[in-house]
Nanobody
Framework: QVQLVESGGGSVQAGGSLRLSCAAS????????MAWFRQAPGKEREWVAV???????NYASSVKGRFTISRDNVKNTLYLQMNSLKPEDTAMYYC?????????????????WGQGTQVTVSS
């Protein structure tokens, strides 16, 4: 079955960097849309970035220029490089997958989800 396992979260000071990873298995990763979402306490889960099978990308305005989404289609792994982190980036970060070659940027569109990895940014 589809499995998405995130790693790489942690605690960092404002201005620091983290790299999240999402190991995917059980489906055709190379032909699927992948995305990162995040959810802060008391808030809705929000879209952060998406990447198509051909590595086309799109970002939420709040992270554009600071975060980079990428994928390794040999290792079946999705990444999120996060630079210049801010306290408002504090959230649980989730990897999501959908077995389609095109991407939408809404939570309801994605079928498969990882368990999440916590990112905490202190000021």
């Amino acid at each position: 079955q589809v499995q998405l396992v995130e790693s790489g979260g942690g605690s960092v000071q404002a201005g620091g960097s983290l790299r999240l990873s999402c190991a995917a298995s059980g489906y055709s990763y190379n032909t699927s849309c992948m995305a990162w979402f995040r959810q802060a306490p008391g808030k809705e889960r929000e879209w952060v970035a998406v990447i198509t099978p051909g590595s086309g990308t799109n970002y939420a305005s709040s992270v554009k220029g600071r975060f980079t989404i990428s994928r390794d289609n040999v290792k079946n792994t999705l990444y999120l490089q996060m630079n210049s982190l801010k306290p408002e980036d504090t959230a649980m970060y989730y990897c999501a997958a959908e077995k389609k070659a095109f991407c939408a940027m809404t939570r309801d569109w994605f079928t498969y989800w990882g368990q999440g990895t916590q990112v905490t940014v202190s000021s």
